[in-house]
């Protein structure tokens, strides 16, 4: 609401109430809920993560512009009272701030600006320099956007910290309905490597920020699928990357800084996903309080994957053109096979020359591809552990991995699975981008897929090559900047049909072009997210050394392992303790190769 340019102003009283009757609703729906459900065990949520009290700002600038747009100041205290009550309901201790208090702050002081739509150009100077020496700040929505007069001036206070700028086409953009939130995976926030899909009602025209090169969005605005940015609401048209973040952390001088542009209604907004945003808020607090995080990556020595595959099915002779462009462009793939095809004489000799091709990895899709659930168990077993007798005599190795049809899977199917042998199911997209291994099971890895498959192209979009081409490529940037998998699933008789394939073809010559983009087969991916679960790290820093201690726990010895150390960008590491690890560009950890069964300590110094 206070997305208000001098042109808006008109709205300014109508937004605001809008605003207030959105909370109440909020407010009234959480109270009903409440009533509905026994409340979490508060052992459910994360420790707090610093015992220093958070400094929350009362802004008395902001009280002024609620007062001057017809609103009583109280409903602003009223929104710090409830933020305030979140923050200490995780744990923490907090104390209110005016603006003319800033200054008596120390360094490594923690201060929350929720919602200071209006700061004087003093409080503005008080946290600058704040931060400058070493305070550490989270601020949202239109921070400073207002004077104390109530004069607008636009995103100058969180550009000077940022370098964000307010997107000169979407502006402020009306969301009318929830939108959805997605964490990249590699980032201070993340302690789950999840990916996870957040539902943020909003109520408010919510200020669009460009990321300059320079920063990298903790969370973005999806859409539910979490393979697009958000589709606008008006005519401004589809989001590009750059305009899609929500959440940023980075430097200023020696402090450092959380942006968020979303109202704070935003963290205590949701009920069933309390948990999820209170670890946020924990994370947020712990990058605030302390000098280092220390991630792995999610995938052992890669950021983000890509895994093609291919449901290798009716039309089965179209194989043959699937993997002789794996080979061509030396792109590892999957083929999930129906077995009963692979049986058929007919198919023999074809079968027989792609199993020596090493681009092409065999998986099952079942023997007969008829509906597998609600069955009885032998037919279960026929359509599951059995396929992997008949597909193991024609594959190069035992094959590992299952693809069901029409991406239904019940716990007794992933049971029989996991027995017969199976490690890995590429599923339907989840609700999260990390693969999890299944409940039941739990040797058995899910591994959710984020990509629009070839028959949503075909059959419902009838797209052309050429925009179906762009869209892949543009859901692959996407994905694949969440730190996700992206998966293009295709068919024997879609994709790989007739010219089709040619679809196919150029997405491998972008893939070329993009090296950072390796895409491995769900094999590779199954091993790498088993070792990183057996890998733990650990680290402390006194004075300028990092102690980092890293375990693996799994028999298997794990090469070129990858961590990435989140610092402030000043400070230059001087020295790291062994032969076997160096530190490039970025601060990316990479230790050559780690024993079996092993633990291994580093010391990491740091430039004074
Ligand atoms: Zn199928």
């Keep these: 609401m206070i997305a208000v340019g001098q042109?808006?102003?008109?709205?300014?009283?109508?937004?605001?109430?809008?605003?207030?009757?959105?909370?109440?609703?909020?407010?009234?729906?959480?109270?009903?809920?409440?009533?509905?459900?026994?409340?979490?065990?508060?052992?459910?949520?994360?420790?707090?993560?610093?015992?220093?009290?958070?400094?929350?700002?009362?802004?008395?600038?902001?009280?002024?512009?609620?007062?001057?747009?017809?609103?009583?100041?109280?409903?602003?205290?009223?929104?710090?009272?409830?933020?305030?009550?979140?923050?200490?309901?995780?744990?923490?201790?907090?104390?209110?701030?005016?603006?003319?208090?800033?200054?008596?702050?120390?360094?490594?002081?923690?201060?929350?600006?929720?919602?200071?739509?209006?700061?004087?150009?003093?409080?503005?100077?008080?946290?600058?320099?704040?931060?400058?020496?070493?305070?550490?700040?989270?601020?949202?929505?239109?921070?400073?956007?207002?004077?104390?007069?109530?004069?607008?001036?636009?995103?100058?206070?969180?550009?000077?910290?940022?370098?964000?700028?307010?997107?000169?086409?979407?502006?402020?953009?009306?969301?009318?309905?929830?939108?959805?939130?997605?964490?990249?995976?590699?980032?201070?926030?993340?302690?789950?490597?999840?990916?996870?899909?957040?539902?943020?009602?909003?109520?408010?025209?919510?200020?669009?920020?460009?990321?300059?090169?320079?920063?990298?969005?903790?969370?973005?605005?999806?859409?539910?699928?979490?393979?697009?940015?958000?589709?606008?609401?008006?005519?401004?048209?589809?989001?590009?990357?750059?305009?899609?973040?929500?959440?940023?952390?980075?430097?200023?001088?020696?402090?450092?800084?959380?942006?968020?542009?979303?109202?704070?209604?935003?963290?205590?907004?949701?009920?069933?996903?309390?948990?999820?945003?209170?670890?946020?808020?924990?994370?947020?607090?712990?990058?605030?309080?302390?000098?280092?995080?220390?991630?792995?990556?999610?995938?052992?020595?890669?950021?983000?994957?890509?895994?093609?595959?291919?449901?290798?099915?009716?039309?089965?002779?179209?194989?043959?053109?699937?993997?002789?462009?794996?080979?061509?462009?030396?792109?590892?793939?999957?083929?999930f096979i129906v077995s009963s095809l692979a049986e058929k004489k007919e198919h023999h000799d074809m079968i027989v020359e792609i199993s020596k091709n090493p681009f092409v990895e065999f998986g099952s899709h079942s023997h007969t591809h008829k509906k597998i659930v609600d069955t009885n168990e032998s037919y279960i077993k026929q359509e599951t552990s059995s396929t992997k007798t008949i597909l193991d005599l024609f594959a190069s190795s035992p094959i590992v991995g299952f693809r069901p049809p029409r991406e239904e899977l019940n716990s007794i199917m992933k049971k029989n699975l996991s027995e017969s042998g199976f490690k890995y199911v590429l599923g339907k997209s989840q609700n999260h981008l990390y693969p999890r291994y299944s409940k039941s099971e739990n040797e058995l890895l899910i591994i959710p897929r984020h990509g629009t498959d070839d028959y949503s192209y075909l059959i419902n979009l009838d797209w052309d090559q050429d925009e179906i081409v762009e869209q892949i490529k543009k859901e692959t940037e996407f994905v694949t900047g969440l730190n996700g998998i992206f998966s293009l699933s295709i068919h024997t008789h879609l994709f790989a049909y007739n010219s089709n394939i040619d679809i196919v073809e150029k997405y491998f010559q972008y893939l070329k072009q993009r090296p950072t983009l390796k895409p491995l087969n769900g094999r590779s991916i199954a091993i790498r997210v088993a070792q990183n679960r057996n890998i733990s790290v650990d680290y402390n820093k006194i004075g300028n050394i990092i102690t980092l201690n890293i375990e693996n726990r799994s028999s298997i010895g794990v090469n070129d392992f990858h961590l990435k150390l989140f610092k402030n960008p000043n400070i230059k590491i001087s020295s790291i303790s062994s032969n076997q690890a160096k530190i490039s560009e970025g601060s990316i950890i990479n230790i050559k190769y780690l024993e079996p069964t092993s633990k291994i300590t580093l010391f990491i110094e740091l430039e004074n």
């Design 7 to 335: 042109r808006k102003k008109d709205n300014y009283g109508l937004k605001m109430l809008l605003y207030i009757i959105g909370l109440f609703l909020i407010m009234a729906a959480m109270f009903y809920k409440i009533g509905q459900n026994e409340p979490l065990a508060p052992s459910f949520a994360m420790a707090p993560v610093t015992d220093k009290p958070i400094y929350i700002l009362k802004s008395y600038a902001t009280a002024v512009i609620y007062q001057k747009n017809g609103l009583h100041k109280s409903q602003y205290s009223e929104k710090l009272e409830k933020f305030n009550a979140y923050i200490v309901s995780m744990g923490y201790k907090t104390e209110y701030i005016q603006e003319d208090e800033i200054k008596s702050l120390s360094n490594g002081d923690i201060l929350f600006m929720p919602d200071a739509l209006a700061l004087s150009s003093k409080a503005k100077e008080q946290i600058k320099i704040f931060v400058k020496n070493g305070g550490n700040i989270f601020f949202n929505f239109t921070a400073g956007f207002s004077d104390a007069k109530g004069k607008y001036l636009g995103d100058g206070f969180v550009n000077e910290i940022t370098g964000l700028k307010i997107s000169k086409d979407k502006n402020f953009i009306s969301f009318k309905e929830s939108i959805f939130l997605t964490q990249r995976i590699l980032s201070p926030l993340n302690n789950t490597n999840s990916g996870i899909l957040l539902d943020a009602p909003t109520y408010d025209l919510i200020p669009i920020f460009i990321t300059p090169k320079s920063l990298k969005p903790d969370v973005f605005m999806t859409t539910y699928s979490q393979v697009n940015p958000p589709l606008a609401k008006d005519k401004s048209g589809d989001f590009s990357i750059e305009e899609s973040g929500a959440l940023w952390h980075g430097y200023y001088g020696d402090g450092k800084w959380f942006y968020m542009n979303l109202p704070s209604y935003v963290f205590y907004g949701s009920l069933e996903q309390k948990n999820d945003y209170k670890q946020i808020s924990h994370a947020i607090i712990n990058f605030l309080s302390t000098d280092v995080i220390i991630q792995k990556f999610p995938y052992i020595d890669r950021e983000s994957v890509v895994f093609v595959s291919e449901d290798t099915e009716f039309k089965f002779e179209n194989f043959k053109k699937f993997s002789d462009l794996a080979k061509k462009y030396e792109i590892p793939v999957t083929a």
